[in-house]
């Protein structure tokens, strides 16, 4: 149903609210450059600190803004089943295409926990769901007999997998069959995870580097290794960099610096600053003649 490169949009603040102009100007920047899909109020997204009221508004700017020219998969996860109930069905209402959702975090559920989570939400809301899991956030796993438990829900059509284990990944592709479709929550193990049998990434690095991640993922499509190999290569710095702090709090510092947005994040979080910085600005120098975009030749 989905595929290719999805990015996972951060949400541009100005005086401690959202920057609804700056916001609509990325969201044209990443649809001329050809993604495959935007996910808002996502984690890159700063979901954690938005407002119910916020976080809806931010799923029906989006909607309104793509106007059918990319899907729109919206972050609805929450640890509170209830929550994540009324937020995905909000996004239907909004007009989303899917729902992206995390796994249930803080409150470390049990293996039928999660199950039982997903399954009332998807049972709840008949709108394509996303299960999403990156155990470096949420403290738990989603194992691969769960996964496949979960992908015989007919509405349940893919997991964001942030886990980086190409092992866990096959034992879970082997579960699953063809039952859902598996995006890569890591961009530096896209080209590994595409080979395996993923059909595309929700992406971080795609903010800043749109053009050259798709160019990775469409040619893992087209079977060109070659031109996938080296697009990876040339992203793989980049990527590391936005995470020397916690996501989103590079990328948003990157956005800043390419002057697309205030580098301005809500508490907890904090603007990149010092020697992570540094190590962000000297990257994004290497990396510059690739923003716009890293021309590959076949």
Known sequence: MFHGTMTALVTPFRNGQIDEDTFCAHLERQIEAGVDAVIPAGTTGEAATLSFTEHKHLIGITVAHVNGRVPVIAGTGSNNTAESIDLTRSAKELGADAALLISPYYNKPTQEGIYQHYRTVAEAVHLPQIIYNVPGRTNSNIEPETVARLADIPNIIGIKDATADMAQLTRT????GDKMDFFSGDDATVLPFMTLG???????????APKTMRQLTEAMYSGNLDIARRAHFALQDLSD?????????PVKAACSLMGWMENELR???????GSALDVLKATMQRFESEIEPLELKA
């Open 173 to 176: 592709l082997m579960l699953c």
């Open 198 to 208: 993923g059909t595309g990434v929700i992406s971080v690095v795609a903010n800043i």
């Open 241 to 249: 960099a936005m995470f020397v702090e916690a996501n989103p709090i």
């Open 267 to 273: 508490l907890p979080l904090t603007p990149l600053a």
